[in-house]
């Protein structure tokens, strides 16, 4: 064989060993944990989006338990810790978050294991203020730039999960200030428990209009008129620009 047939070949089988041991290596479960933990570095919106999610399933069987505050301050509690994490890799300040975070962690571990539950207000209205917070910082991520990357798409499904969140927490500070402020079909004159004002919240903020819990008093009235001015305000403004980024690109 001449020289110059033998160059390529070696090349080729090269090549070939290689890529066989790039796929053994990414078969290995080490090398498959590096990949997932690059991932979550480029997409840090999804996995703060899939956190939020599955706090939001798993809340109703949280407060089925035995221990329900205590299972709700824990849930909580790592919500709070991710969306912190995610805070930092915003035009937001990491400082400002956890300044509110940490008080609020405090609470919900003193109602968890103390049942000190006149601590309720206080500790939804500091989770609320912290999820306005981390909303505004990741609709600035968004906005700091003229191109819609895939982590900004998500950042937009999050945001509007924060926000849900964050009228959520402020029926409760109503509620618990007021009690009656809500109402349902089931047990109208009960207290609506947080995942029936979840519900309420993603049918204001997405202006969907369904469901049986609606607001009574004139403050609950006042806040869900708002929410739902802040969910139409979202959807026209941040998403459609992003949307439009996107297939500016294309």
């Known amino acids: 064989m001449s020289r110059a047939r033998l160059f390529p070949v070696a090349a080729a089988s090269f090549r070939a060993h290689q890529h066989q041991f790039l796929r053994s290596a990414l078969e290995n479960p080490a090398m498959r944990y590096v990949r997932l933990l690059a991932l979550t570095r480029r997409h840090p919106s999804a996995v703060l ?21 205590a299972a709700l301050g824990t849930l909580g509690i790592v919500v709070l810790i991710f969306t912190t994490g995610m805070v930092r890799r915003t035009p937001g300040h990491a400082w400002v978050s956890a300044c509110i975070a940490l008080p609020a962690i405090a609470l919900l571990l003193l109602q968890g294991l103390y049942d000190m539950h006149h601590l309720l207000p206080w500790s939804a209205g500091l989770e609320a203020l912290f ?3 981390a909303a505004a910082s990741l609709i ?11 982590d900004e798409l998500f950042a937009a499904g999050a945001t509007f999960t924060l926000l849900a969140w964050a009228f959520t927490y402020v029926f409760v500070v109503l509620q618990a200030l007021q009690p009656g402020s ?5 047990d109208p004159q009960g207290p609506r428990s947080w995942t029936e004002l979840m519900f309420l919240s993603f049918a204001l903020l997405s202006s969907t209009g369904i469901g049986d819990v609606i607001p009574v008093r004139p403050p609950a009235r006042a806040v869900a008129s708002v929410e739902m001015f802040v969910g139409v305000l979202y959807l026209a403004g941040v998403v459609s620009r992003l949307i439009g980024l996107t297939l500016q690109r294309r």
């Open 140 to 150: 600035a991520y968004m906005l700091e730039d003229q191109r819609a990357t895939t």
């Open 49 to 69: 989006l899939l956190v939020q999610l599955a706090g939001l399933l798993l809340y109703p069987f949280a407060e089925a338990s035995e221990r329900g505050p």
């Open 182 to 186: 809500f109402a349902a079909a089931a």
């Open 131 to 133: 999820y306005f917070y």
